[in-house]
Protein backbone atom coordinates (compact mmCIF):
# COMPACT_ATOMS: atom_id res chain seq x y z
CA UNK A 1 0.00 0.00 0.00
CA UNK A 2 1.20 3.60 -0.29
CA UNK A 3 2.18 5.63 2.41
CA UNK A 4 0.15 8.13 2.97
CA UNK A 5 2.40 10.37 4.66
CA UNK A 6 4.67 10.45 1.06
CA UNK A 7 1.62 11.53 -0.67
CA UNK A 8 0.42 14.12 1.74
CA UNK A 9 4.28 15.07 1.67
CA UNK A 10 3.76 16.10 -1.96
CA UNK A 11 0.73 17.49 -1.82
CA UNK A 12 2.10 19.71 1.09
CA UNK A 13 5.13 20.78 -1.26
CA UNK A 14 2.46 21.45 -3.95
CA UNK A 15 0.35 23.55 -1.98
CA UNK A 16 3.99 25.30 -0.36
CA UNK A 17 5.19 26.16 -4.03
CA UNK A 18 1.50 27.73 -4.94
CA UNK A 19 1.56 29.57 -2.06
CA UNK A 20 4.81 31.13 -3.34
CA UNK A 21 3.70 32.53 -6.14
CA UNK A 22 0.27 34.13 -4.58
CA UNK A 23 -0.31 36.81 -7.48
CA UNK A 24 -0.03 34.06 -10.43
CA UNK A 25 -2.84 32.00 -8.49
CA UNK A 26 -4.89 34.98 -7.64
CA UNK A 27 -5.55 35.72 -11.11
CA UNK A 28 -5.81 31.86 -12.40
CA UNK A 29 -8.82 31.57 -9.60
CA UNK A 30 -9.89 35.04 -11.39
CA UNK A 31 -9.97 34.03 -14.79
CA UNK A 32 -11.20 30.49 -13.74
CA UNK A 33 -14.09 31.90 -12.31
CA UNK A 34 -15.41 33.97 -14.93
CA UNK A 35 -14.18 30.52 -17.31
CA UNK A 36 -16.98 28.80 -14.68
CA UNK A 37 -20.13 30.88 -15.49
CA UNK A 38 -21.79 29.08 -18.38
CA UNK A 39 -22.33 26.01 -16.16
CA UNK A 40 -24.07 28.19 -13.34
CA UNK A 41 -26.67 30.17 -15.73
CA UNK A 42 -27.04 27.97 -18.90
CA UNK A 43 -29.66 25.92 -17.76
CA UNK A 44 -31.56 28.90 -15.85
CA UNK A 45 -31.13 30.90 -19.27
CA UNK A 46 -32.44 27.93 -21.43
CA UNK A 47 -35.30 27.33 -19.10
CA UNK A 48 -36.11 31.08 -19.50
CA UNK A 49 -35.53 31.31 -23.30
CA UNK A 50 -38.34 28.11 -23.57
CA UNK A 51 -40.87 29.18 -21.04
CA UNK A 52 -40.47 32.93 -21.43
CA UNK A 53 -39.93 33.25 -24.77
CA UNK A 54 -40.71 30.10 -27.85
CA UNK A 55 -43.88 28.71 -25.25
CA UNK A 56 -45.24 31.74 -24.74
CA UNK A 57 -45.40 32.92 -28.45
CA UNK A 58 -42.43 35.55 -28.18
CA UNK A 59 -39.14 34.06 -30.14
CA UNK A 60 -37.84 37.24 -29.68
CA UNK A 61 -37.48 37.31 -26.33
CA UNK A 62 -36.45 33.63 -26.37
CA UNK A 63 -33.87 34.71 -28.40
CA UNK A 64 -32.61 37.47 -26.42
CA UNK A 65 -32.27 34.66 -23.77
CA UNK A 66 -30.19 32.99 -25.74
CA UNK A 67 -28.10 35.79 -26.84
CA UNK A 68 -27.26 36.37 -22.90
CA UNK A 69 -26.05 32.45 -22.65
CA UNK A 70 -23.81 33.20 -26.12
CA UNK A 71 -22.54 36.06 -24.44
CA UNK A 72 -21.66 34.48 -21.04
CA UNK A 73 -19.88 31.83 -23.69
CA UNK A 74 -17.83 34.38 -25.00
CA UNK A 75 -16.71 35.59 -22.08
CA UNK A 76 -15.76 32.82 -20.49
CA UNK A 77 -13.99 31.98 -23.79
CA UNK A 78 -12.05 35.65 -23.08
CA UNK A 79 -10.93 34.35 -19.73
CA UNK A 80 -9.74 30.68 -21.31
CA UNK A 81 -7.43 32.92 -23.28
CA UNK A 82 -6.14 34.43 -20.19
CA UNK A 83 -5.93 31.22 -18.22
CA UNK A 84 -2.66 29.80 -20.21
CA UNK A 85 -0.23 32.63 -19.20
CA UNK A 86 -0.49 32.41 -15.58
CA UNK A 87 -0.88 28.66 -15.87
CA UNK A 88 2.86 29.05 -17.31
CA UNK A 89 3.69 31.46 -14.33
CA UNK A 90 2.93 28.34 -11.85
CA UNK A 91 4.22 25.49 -13.52
CA UNK A 92 7.48 26.50 -14.82
CA UNK A 93 8.85 27.39 -11.71
CA UNK A 94 7.28 24.85 -9.95
CA UNK A 95 9.41 22.84 -12.22
CA UNK A 96 12.73 24.80 -11.78
CA UNK A 97 12.55 24.42 -8.27
CA UNK A 98 11.91 20.09 -8.26
CA UNK A 99 14.94 19.98 -11.03
CA UNK A 100 16.73 21.87 -8.44
CA UNK A 101 16.18 20.49 -5.43
CA UNK A 102 16.36 17.08 -7.18
CA UNK A 103 19.55 17.51 -8.30
CA UNK A 104 21.06 18.89 -5.08
CA UNK A 105 20.03 16.41 -3.03
CA UNK A 106 21.39 13.74 -5.57
CA UNK A 107 24.98 15.64 -5.61
CA UNK A 108 24.84 15.69 -1.86
CA UNK A 109 23.67 12.00 -1.34
CA UNK A 110 26.62 11.13 -3.33
CA UNK A 111 28.86 13.49 -2.04
CA UNK A 112 28.30 12.04 1.59
CA UNK A 113 28.14 9.11 0.42
CA UNK A 114 24.12 7.76 1.06
CA UNK A 115 23.28 6.26 -1.89
CA UNK A 116 24.74 5.92 -5.41
CA UNK A 117 24.23 7.60 -8.61
CA UNK A 118 22.25 5.64 -10.51
CA UNK A 119 19.22 5.78 -13.37
CA UNK A 120 16.44 6.16 -10.70
CA UNK A 121 18.05 9.81 -10.19
CA UNK A 122 17.95 10.53 -13.79
CA UNK A 123 14.13 9.29 -13.97
CA UNK A 124 13.35 11.33 -11.50
CA UNK A 125 15.02 14.56 -12.28
CA UNK A 126 13.40 14.27 -16.30
CA UNK A 127 10.81 11.68 -16.43
CA UNK A 128 8.86 12.23 -12.84
CA UNK A 129 9.60 16.32 -12.85
CA UNK A 130 8.51 16.32 -16.32
CA UNK A 131 4.91 14.16 -15.43
CA UNK A 132 4.75 16.91 -12.03
CA UNK A 133 4.85 19.45 -15.09
CA UNK A 134 2.10 18.48 -17.28
CA UNK A 135 -0.21 16.64 -14.14
CA UNK A 136 0.12 20.06 -11.95
CA UNK A 137 -0.75 22.46 -15.35
CA UNK A 138 -3.63 19.82 -16.38
CA UNK A 139 -5.21 19.39 -12.80
CA UNK A 140 -5.03 23.23 -11.89
CA UNK A 141 -6.18 24.18 -15.53
CA UNK A 142 -9.27 22.15 -15.38
CA UNK A 143 -9.74 22.24 -11.59
CA UNK A 144 -12.43 24.37 -12.15
CA UNK A 145 -14.97 21.02 -12.99
CA UNK A 146 -14.29 20.11 -9.62
CA UNK A 147 -16.51 22.52 -8.78
CA UNK A 148 -18.37 22.19 -12.00
CA UNK A 149 -20.44 19.20 -10.41
CA UNK A 150 -21.27 21.38 -7.21
CA UNK A 151 -22.16 24.45 -9.48
CA UNK A 152 -24.73 22.67 -11.97
CA UNK A 153 -26.35 20.96 -8.73
CA UNK A 154 -26.58 24.49 -7.08
CA UNK A 155 -28.15 25.48 -10.42
CA UNK A 156 -30.68 22.69 -10.91
CA UNK A 157 -31.83 23.80 -7.21
CA UNK A 158 -32.31 27.36 -8.48
CA UNK A 159 -34.00 25.75 -10.94
CA UNK A 160 -36.48 23.34 -9.15
CA UNK A 161 -35.80 22.13 -6.00
CA UNK A 162 -37.59 19.10 -6.39
CA UNK A 163 -35.50 17.45 -9.07
CA UNK A 164 -32.57 18.31 -7.16
CA UNK A 165 -33.73 16.64 -4.29
CA UNK A 166 -33.65 13.41 -6.77
CA UNK A 167 -30.52 13.89 -8.37
CA UNK A 168 -27.98 15.22 -5.42
CA UNK A 169 -28.23 11.74 -3.44
CA UNK A 170 -26.86 10.22 -6.55
CA UNK A 171 -24.00 12.18 -7.28
CA UNK A 172 -23.34 12.38 -3.28
CA UNK A 173 -23.06 8.49 -3.58
CA UNK A 174 -21.23 8.43 -7.07
CA UNK A 175 -18.27 10.74 -5.25
CA UNK A 176 -18.54 8.77 -2.06
CA UNK A 177 -17.95 5.49 -3.80
CA UNK A 178 -15.28 6.85 -5.93
CA UNK A 179 -13.13 8.55 -2.98
CA UNK A 180 -13.74 5.16 -1.25
CA UNK A 181 -11.32 3.27 -3.93
CA UNK A 182 -9.04 6.73 -4.47
CA UNK A 183 -6.65 5.25 -1.51
CA UNK A 184 -6.05 2.15 -3.70
CA UNK A 185 -5.57 3.95 -7.11
CA UNK A 186 -2.83 5.79 -4.69
CA UNK A 187 -1.01 2.32 -3.26
CA UNK A 188 -0.50 0.99 -7.04
CA UNK A 189 0.08 4.02 -8.91
CA UNK A 190 2.75 4.69 -6.46
CA UNK A 191 3.84 0.51 -7.55
CA UNK A 192 3.78 1.91 -11.29
CA UNK A 193 6.34 4.64 -10.05
CA UNK A 194 8.41 2.79 -8.32
CA UNK A 195 8.96 -0.30 -10.55
CA UNK A 196 9.38 2.05 -12.96
CA UNK A 197 12.61 3.85 -11.09
CA UNK A 198 13.94 0.19 -10.60
CA UNK A 199 13.41 -0.89 -14.48
CA UNK A 200 15.71 1.97 -15.00
CA UNK A 201 18.00 1.18 -12.66
CA UNK A 202 18.56 -2.16 -13.83
CA UNK A 203 18.45 -1.60 -17.78
CA UNK A 204 21.23 1.82 -17.51
CA UNK A 205 24.17 0.10 -16.60
CA UNK A 206 23.48 -3.06 -18.91
CA UNK A 207 22.77 -0.64 -21.78
CA UNK A 208 25.99 1.63 -20.48
CA UNK A 209 28.27 -1.44 -20.40
CA UNK A 210 26.41 -3.77 -23.55
CA UNK A 211 30.15 -4.39 -25.09
CA UNK A 212 31.35 -6.09 -21.88
CA UNK A 213 27.85 -7.84 -21.83
CA UNK A 214 28.36 -9.17 -24.72
CA UNK A 215 32.03 -9.95 -24.57
CA UNK A 216 31.84 -11.80 -21.65
CA UNK A 217 28.50 -13.68 -22.99
CA UNK A 218 26.69 -12.62 -20.22
CA UNK A 219 23.56 -11.06 -22.61
CA UNK A 220 21.20 -13.78 -20.83
CA UNK A 221 21.95 -13.17 -17.18
CA UNK A 222 21.60 -9.20 -17.92
CA UNK A 223 18.34 -10.09 -19.80
CA UNK A 224 17.16 -12.05 -17.00
CA UNK A 225 17.58 -8.90 -14.01
CA UNK A 226 16.22 -6.43 -16.30
CA UNK A 227 13.15 -9.12 -17.80
CA UNK A 228 12.75 -9.41 -13.91
CA UNK A 229 11.65 -5.60 -13.11
CA UNK A 230 10.01 -5.07 -16.51
CA UNK A 231 7.34 -7.67 -14.96
CA UNK A 232 7.16 -5.92 -12.08
CA UNK A 233 6.57 -3.00 -13.50
CA UNK A 234 3.96 -4.61 -16.07
CA UNK A 235 2.21 -6.21 -13.11
CA UNK A 236 1.72 -3.34 -11.21
CA UNK A 237 0.42 -1.40 -14.04
CA UNK A 238 -2.21 -4.14 -14.55
CA UNK A 239 -3.25 -4.00 -11.04
CA UNK A 240 -3.70 -0.21 -11.20
CA UNK A 241 -5.72 -0.45 -14.67
CA UNK A 242 -8.19 -3.24 -13.18
CA UNK A 243 -8.39 -0.81 -10.37
CA UNK A 244 -9.48 2.02 -12.53
CA UNK A 245 -12.39 0.09 -13.69
CA UNK A 246 -14.32 1.30 -10.73
CA UNK A 247 -14.61 4.07 -12.63
CA UNK A 248 -17.55 3.12 -14.34
CA UNK A 249 -19.80 2.34 -11.70
CA UNK A 250 -19.30 5.94 -10.21
CA UNK A 251 -20.20 7.21 -14.11
CA UNK A 252 -23.35 5.23 -13.67
CA UNK A 253 -24.60 6.04 -10.40
CA UNK A 254 -23.55 9.80 -10.71
CA UNK A 255 -24.12 11.13 -14.02
CA UNK A 256 -26.46 7.71 -16.12
CA UNK A 257 -28.70 7.33 -13.12
CA UNK A 258 -29.75 11.25 -12.50
CA UNK A 259 -30.29 11.35 -16.24
CA UNK A 260 -32.62 8.45 -16.51
CA UNK A 261 -34.38 9.53 -13.27
CA UNK A 262 -35.15 12.87 -14.64
CA UNK A 263 -36.66 11.66 -18.27
CA UNK A 264 -38.66 8.82 -16.32
CA UNK A 265 -39.95 11.73 -14.11
CA UNK A 266 -40.54 14.39 -16.33
CA UNK A 267 -43.91 13.15 -17.58
CA UNK A 268 -45.38 13.12 -14.08
CA UNK A 269 -43.56 16.68 -13.27
CA UNK A 270 -45.06 18.58 -16.11
CA UNK A 271 -48.62 17.12 -15.89
CA UNK A 272 -48.98 17.92 -12.23
CA UNK A 273 -47.28 21.30 -12.60
CA UNK A 274 -44.28 20.97 -10.39
CA UNK A 275 -41.97 21.71 -13.59
CA UNK A 276 -42.63 23.05 -16.99
CA UNK A 277 -41.03 21.81 -20.17
CA UNK A 278 -38.80 24.79 -19.80
CA UNK A 279 -37.97 23.26 -16.13
CA UNK A 280 -37.12 20.20 -17.57
CA UNK A 281 -35.36 21.65 -20.78
CA UNK A 282 -33.07 23.25 -18.13
CA UNK A 283 -32.76 20.78 -16.05
CA UNK A 284 -31.47 18.03 -19.27
CA UNK A 285 -28.73 20.82 -19.82
CA UNK A 286 -27.41 20.70 -16.48
CA UNK A 287 -27.61 17.47 -15.91
CA UNK A 288 -26.01 16.71 -19.82
CA UNK A 289 -23.83 19.11 -20.42
CA UNK A 290 -22.89 20.54 -17.31
CA UNK A 291 -22.89 17.36 -14.74
CA UNK A 292 -21.95 14.73 -17.19
CA UNK A 293 -18.63 16.19 -18.38
CA UNK A 294 -17.69 17.44 -14.37
CA UNK A 295 -18.54 14.17 -13.35
CA UNK A 296 -16.31 12.07 -15.82
CA UNK A 297 -12.97 14.70 -15.07
CA UNK A 298 -13.95 14.20 -12.01
CA UNK A 299 -13.70 10.54 -12.15
CA UNK A 300 -10.98 10.56 -15.15
CA UNK A 301 -8.69 12.94 -13.93
CA UNK A 302 -9.11 12.03 -10.91
CA UNK A 303 -7.68 8.71 -10.98
CA UNK A 304 -4.74 9.37 -13.45
CA UNK A 305 -3.91 12.84 -13.06
CA UNK A 306 -4.79 13.89 -9.31
CA UNK A 307 -3.62 10.08 -8.39
CA UNK A 308 -0.54 10.45 -10.01
CA UNK A 309 0.38 13.66 -9.31
CA UNK A 310 -0.06 13.24 -5.66
CA UNK A 311 2.27 10.15 -6.15
CA UNK A 312 5.15 11.50 -8.09
CA UNK A 313 5.03 14.51 -6.38
CA UNK A 314 5.31 12.33 -3.24
CA UNK A 315 7.86 10.60 -4.26
CA UNK A 316 10.14 13.36 -5.49
CA UNK A 317 9.65 14.95 -1.79
CA UNK A 318 11.09 11.60 -0.23
CA UNK A 319 13.88 12.19 -2.63
CA UNK A 320 14.67 15.84 -1.99
CA UNK A 321 14.22 15.38 1.82
CA UNK A 322 17.57 16.72 3.30
CA UNK A 323 19.56 14.76 5.36
CA UNK A 324 20.89 15.43 8.52
CA UNK A 325 24.57 16.50 8.09
CA UNK A 326 27.02 17.85 10.49
CA UNK A 327 27.46 21.36 11.15
CA UNK A 328 30.08 23.06 9.60
CA UNK A 329 32.08 23.63 12.99
CA UNK A 330 32.71 19.96 13.38
CA UNK A 331 36.07 18.78 13.06
CA UNK A 332 37.20 22.06 12.58
CA UNK A 333 41.01 21.97 11.54
CA UNK A 334 43.95 23.23 12.82
CA UNK A 335 44.41 27.04 12.00
CA UNK A 336 48.06 26.75 9.99
CA UNK A 337 48.78 22.52 10.13
CA UNK A 338 47.32 20.99 6.61
CA UNK A 339 49.57 18.17 6.38
CA UNK A 340 48.17 14.56 5.13
CA UNK A 341 49.00 11.22 6.84
CA UNK A 342 47.88 7.70 6.36
CA UNK A 343 47.21 5.30 8.87
CA UNK A 344 46.43 1.44 7.53
CA UNK A 345 44.53 2.47 4.62
CA UNK A 346 42.84 0.05 2.83
CA UNK A 347 40.10 -0.24 0.30
CA UNK A 348 38.27 -2.20 -1.94
CA UNK A 349 35.85 -2.21 -4.75
CA UNK A 350 33.72 -4.95 -3.44
CA UNK A 351 33.85 -7.16 -0.65
CA UNK A 352 35.15 -9.88 -2.41
CA UNK A 353 37.18 -7.90 -4.65
CA UNK A 354 40.87 -7.91 -3.89
CA UNK A 355 42.19 -4.51 -2.05
CA UNK A 356 43.22 -1.82 -4.45
CA UNK A 357 45.00 -0.07 -1.12
CA UNK A 358 46.10 -2.35 1.63
CA UNK A 359 47.67 -1.20 4.46
CA UNK A 360 49.17 1.65 3.09
CA UNK A 361 51.18 3.88 5.66
CA UNK A 362 52.58 7.60 4.69
CA UNK A 363 53.14 11.19 5.59
CA UNK A 364 53.24 14.11 3.40
CA UNK A 365 53.97 17.52 4.99
CA UNK A 366 52.27 20.87 4.63
CA UNK A 367 53.47 22.71 1.74
CA UNK A 368 55.07 19.75 0.01
CA UNK A 369 55.13 19.60 -4.40
CA UNK A 370 54.79 15.54 -4.24
CA UNK A 371 54.51 13.29 -7.32
CA UNK A 372 53.09 10.12 -7.33
CA UNK A 373 53.79 7.16 -9.82
CA UNK A 374 53.29 3.64 -9.98
CA UNK A 375 52.40 1.16 -12.58
CA UNK A 376 48.88 1.21 -14.16
CA UNK A 377 46.23 -0.10 -11.68
CA UNK A 378 47.93 0.07 -8.70
CA UNK A 379 45.38 2.39 -6.69
CA UNK A 380 47.14 5.78 -7.50
CA UNK A 381 43.49 7.49 -8.29
CA UNK A 382 41.97 5.59 -5.57
CA UNK A 383 44.62 7.46 -3.30
CA UNK A 384 43.47 10.35 -4.59
CA UNK A 385 39.81 9.80 -4.03
CA UNK A 386 40.87 8.44 -0.32
CA UNK A 387 42.95 11.52 0.46
CA UNK A 388 40.27 14.09 -0.57
CA UNK A 389 37.16 11.97 1.42
CA UNK A 390 35.53 11.53 -2.12
CA UNK A 391 35.71 7.66 -0.59
CA UNK A 392 35.72 6.11 2.45
CA UNK A 393 38.24 3.19 3.31
CA UNK A 394 37.20 -0.24 4.36
CA UNK A 395 40.59 0.24 7.01
CA UNK A 396 42.53 2.85 8.57
CA UNK A 397 41.81 6.20 8.17
CA UNK A 398 43.04 9.63 6.88
CA UNK A 399 44.39 12.57 8.82
CA UNK A 400 44.11 16.42 7.38
CA UNK A 401 45.89 18.39 10.12
CA UNK A 402 45.64 16.19 12.81
CA UNK A 403 42.18 15.28 12.44
CA UNK A 404 40.25 12.44 10.59
CA UNK A 405 38.92 13.62 7.43
CA UNK A 406 36.13 11.48 7.92
CA UNK A 407 35.22 13.82 11.02
CA UNK A 408 35.03 16.70 9.07
CA UNK A 409 32.27 18.42 8.19
CA UNK A 410 31.83 18.13 4.31
CA UNK A 411 31.61 21.51 3.32
CA UNK A 412 34.76 22.31 5.01
CA UNK A 413 36.76 19.30 3.46
CA UNK A 414 35.70 20.52 -0.18
CA UNK A 415 37.03 23.92 1.38
CA UNK A 416 40.13 22.71 2.26
CA UNK A 417 41.01 20.09 -0.38
CA UNK A 418 40.35 20.37 -4.21
CA UNK A 419 40.67 17.83 -6.53
CA UNK A 420 41.06 18.26 -10.34
CA UNK A 421 40.50 14.77 -12.39
CA UNK A 422 41.58 13.98 -15.60
CA UNK A 423 37.92 15.09 -17.64
CA UNK A 424 38.04 18.08 -16.30
CA UNK A 425 34.15 19.26 -16.26
CA UNK A 426 33.03 22.97 -17.47
CA UNK A 427 29.75 24.20 -16.59
CA UNK A 428 27.49 25.93 -18.95
CA UNK A 429 27.84 29.55 -18.13
CA UNK A 430 29.88 32.15 -18.52
CA UNK A 431 33.52 32.23 -17.64
CA UNK A 432 33.36 33.83 -14.99
CA UNK A 433 31.20 32.06 -13.38
CA UNK A 434 32.81 28.79 -14.16
CA UNK A 435 36.19 30.26 -12.42
CA UNK A 436 34.37 31.28 -9.10
CA UNK A 437 32.13 28.20 -8.46
CA UNK A 438 34.83 28.11 -5.59
CA UNK A 439 35.32 31.59 -4.95
CA UNK A 440 32.21 33.25 -5.57
CA UNK A 441 33.74 36.50 -4.34
CA UNK A 442 36.98 36.41 -6.38
CA UNK A 443 37.74 39.91 -7.76
CA UNK A 444 38.33 41.04 -11.46
CA UNK A 445 41.95 41.46 -10.86
CA UNK A 446 42.61 37.99 -8.86
CA UNK A 447 40.45 36.07 -11.90
CA UNK A 448 43.29 37.60 -14.21
CA UNK A 449 45.71 36.97 -11.86
CA UNK A 450 45.13 33.39 -11.54
CA UNK A 451 44.23 33.03 -15.68
CA UNK A 452 48.19 34.33 -15.97
CA UNK A 453 50.26 32.21 -13.68
CA UNK A 454 48.11 29.35 -15.02
CA UNK A 455 48.63 29.89 -18.28
CA UNK A 456 44.29 30.64 -19.47
CA UNK A 457 44.82 34.22 -20.15
CA UNK A 458 44.78 33.12 -24.15
CA UNK A 459 41.99 31.14 -23.71
CA UNK A 460 39.74 33.32 -22.46
CA UNK A 461 40.15 35.99 -25.04
CA UNK A 462 39.92 33.37 -27.43
CA UNK A 463 36.26 32.79 -25.78
CA UNK A 464 35.45 36.33 -25.92
CA UNK A 465 36.27 37.46 -22.17
CA UNK A 466 34.56 36.68 -18.63
CA UNK A 467 31.83 37.13 -19.88
CA UNK A 468 31.50 35.08 -22.83
CA UNK A 469 28.91 32.18 -22.60
CA UNK A 470 30.07 28.88 -22.43
CA UNK A 471 27.39 26.30 -23.78
CA UNK A 472 26.29 23.33 -22.15
CA UNK A 473 28.48 19.75 -22.43
CA UNK A 474 31.20 22.59 -23.50
CA UNK A 475 31.63 20.81 -26.85
CA UNK A 476 33.68 24.22 -28.29
CA UNK A 477 36.41 24.12 -26.05
CA UNK A 478 38.76 21.20 -26.75
CA UNK A 479 39.83 18.39 -23.42
CA UNK A 480 43.26 20.43 -22.87
CA UNK A 481 41.34 23.79 -22.58
CA UNK A 482 38.77 22.53 -20.35
CA UNK A 483 41.70 21.45 -18.19
CA UNK A 484 43.32 25.14 -18.01
CA UNK A 485 39.66 26.53 -17.40
CA UNK A 486 39.16 23.69 -14.22
CA UNK A 487 43.18 24.47 -13.10
CA UNK A 488 42.30 28.02 -13.18
CA UNK A 489 39.11 27.26 -11.40
CA UNK A 490 41.21 25.38 -8.52
CA UNK A 491 44.03 28.14 -8.17
CA UNK A 492 41.32 30.51 -7.38
CA UNK A 493 40.17 28.66 -4.43
CA UNK A 494 40.89 28.63 -1.27
CA UNK A 495 41.95 25.10 -1.01
CA UNK A 496 45.19 24.56 0.96
CA UNK A 497 45.56 21.17 -0.25
CA UNK A 498 45.44 20.39 -4.29
CA UNK A 499 45.51 17.02 -6.19
CA UNK A 500 45.78 16.70 -9.71
CA UNK A 501 44.81 12.85 -11.00
CA UNK A 502 46.16 13.62 -14.46
CA UNK A 503 44.67 16.78 -14.82
CA UNK A 504 47.48 18.18 -16.87
CA UNK A 505 47.56 15.25 -19.17
CA UNK A 506 45.76 16.64 -22.21
CA UNK A 507 48.38 19.95 -22.12
CA UNK A 508 51.53 19.88 -24.07
CA UNK A 509 54.72 19.91 -21.63
CA UNK A 510 55.53 23.15 -21.34
CA UNK A 511 51.72 24.13 -20.80
CA UNK A 512 51.77 21.39 -17.60
CA UNK A 513 55.23 22.88 -16.57
CA UNK A 514 53.67 26.47 -16.15
CA UNK A 515 50.65 25.01 -14.77
CA UNK A 516 52.25 23.14 -12.09
CA UNK A 517 55.26 26.23 -11.63
CA UNK A 518 51.78 28.15 -10.60
CA UNK A 519 50.69 25.39 -8.11
CA UNK A 520 54.22 25.51 -6.78
CA UNK A 521 53.99 29.58 -6.41
CA UNK A 522 50.21 29.52 -4.97
CA UNK A 523 51.44 28.03 -1.55
CA UNK A 524 49.87 25.05 0.00
CA UNK A 525 50.37 21.57 -0.72
CA UNK A 526 50.00 20.01 -4.18
CA UNK A 527 50.22 16.38 -5.30
CA UNK A 528 50.50 15.51 -8.76
CA UNK A 529 49.87 11.95 -10.32
CA UNK A 530 52.58 11.69 -12.56
CA UNK A 531 51.78 10.65 -16.22
CA UNK A 532 55.53 11.93 -17.46
CA UNK A 533 58.64 11.94 -15.88
CA UNK A 534 59.05 15.34 -16.20
CA UNK A 535 56.64 15.72 -13.37
CA UNK A 536 58.08 13.46 -10.90
CA UNK A 537 61.38 15.59 -11.72
CA UNK A 538 59.49 18.85 -10.66
CA UNK A 539 58.30 17.77 -7.64
CA UNK A 540 59.96 18.30 -4.48
CA UNK A 541 58.83 14.78 -3.23
CA UNK A 542 57.78 11.50 -4.95
CA UNK A 543 55.94 8.85 -3.84
CA UNK A 544 56.02 5.44 -5.42
CA UNK A 545 52.97 3.03 -4.82
CA UNK A 546 53.24 -1.00 -5.55
CA UNK A 547 49.97 -1.63 -4.19
CA UNK A 548 51.05 -2.16 -0.41
CA UNK A 549 53.23 0.05 0.45
CA UNK A 550 54.59 3.61 -0.53
CA UNK A 551 58.32 4.57 -0.37
CA UNK A 552 58.33 8.57 -0.37
CA UNK A 553 61.88 10.52 -1.82
CA UNK A 554 63.31 12.50 -3.95
CA UNK A 555 63.91 11.63 -7.89
CA UNK A 556 67.56 10.91 -7.28
CA UNK A 557 67.27 9.21 -3.56
CA UNK A 558 65.05 6.90 -5.15
CA UNK A 559 67.09 6.28 -8.40
CA UNK A 560 68.91 4.34 -5.97
CA UNK A 561 66.65 3.23 -3.28
CA UNK A 562 63.42 1.91 -5.59
CA UNK A 563 64.18 -0.95 -8.27
CA UNK A 564 60.16 -0.06 -9.41
CA UNK A 565 61.08 3.56 -9.62
CA UNK A 566 63.63 3.12 -11.93
CA UNK A 567 62.13 0.72 -14.01
CA UNK A 568 59.24 3.48 -14.50
CA UNK A 569 61.66 6.13 -15.25
CA UNK A 570 63.44 4.36 -17.49
CA UNK A 571 59.83 3.01 -19.53
CA UNK A 572 59.25 6.56 -19.64
CA UNK A 573 62.43 7.52 -21.11
CA UNK A 574 63.08 4.74 -23.80
CA UNK A 575 59.13 4.56 -24.52
CA UNK A 576 59.61 6.97 -27.38
CA UNK A 577 56.13 8.65 -29.36
CA UNK A 578 56.96 9.31 -33.63
CA UNK A 579 55.85 13.37 -32.88
CA UNK A 580 53.61 14.12 -35.76
CA UNK A 581 54.44 16.15 -38.79
CA UNK A 582 55.30 19.89 -37.54
CA UNK A 583 55.46 18.97 -33.67
CA UNK A 584 58.43 18.69 -32.10
CA UNK A 585 59.62 15.67 -29.76
CA UNK A 586 60.24 16.75 -25.44
CA UNK A 587 62.92 15.80 -23.44
CA UNK A 588 61.05 12.98 -22.12
CA UNK A 589 60.58 11.38 -25.64
CA UNK A 590 56.84 12.19 -25.67
CA UNK A 591 55.41 14.17 -28.84
CA UNK A 592 54.06 17.93 -27.53
CA UNK A 593 50.43 17.55 -26.55
CA UNK A 594 50.65 13.67 -26.07
CA UNK A 595 48.79 11.97 -23.96
CA UNK A 596 51.22 8.66 -22.75
CA UNK A 597 48.00 5.90 -22.81
Not at 388 to 412: S, W
Not at 447 to 452: I, L, R, S, Y
Not at 571 to 579: F, L, M
Request: glycine share 8%; aromatic share 4%; hydrophobic share 50%.
Amino acid sequence: MAEPSSVQAGFALLRKRLRANRYAMRKLIIWSSLEAAPPLVSGLLVAAAIDRGFLAGRPDLGLVWLSVLAAVHCLAAVATRRVYPWLAEIVEPLRDYLVTALVTATVRRAVAQLAPLDGASVAQSTDQVDSVRNLAASVLRNARQFLTALVAVAGLALLSPLIAVVVAPMVALAVFGFLRVLRTLVARQREVVLTGELVTREAEPVIDAIRDVVACGAQGRAATAVAAAVHQNARAARAYALTRVARVLVLAVGVHLPLLALLLLSPWLVAHGAATAGVVGGAVVYLAHQLDPAMRFLVNAGSTWLVALGVVLGRLAEVTRRDPVPPETGGALPVMARDIRAEGLRFAYSPHAAPVVDGLDFAIADGTHLAVVGPSGVGKSTLADLITGIARPQGGRVLLGGVDIAEVADVVLRREIALIPQEAYVFAGTVRDNLTVLNPDATREEMEHAAHEVGATALIDRLGGWDAEIRAGADTLSAGERQLIALTRVWLSPARVVVLDEATCHLDPEAEARAEAAFQRRGGTLIVLAHRISSAMRAQRVMVMDGETAVIGTHEELLTSSTLYADLVGYWRGATVPAPRGESSTPDGTAAGAVRP
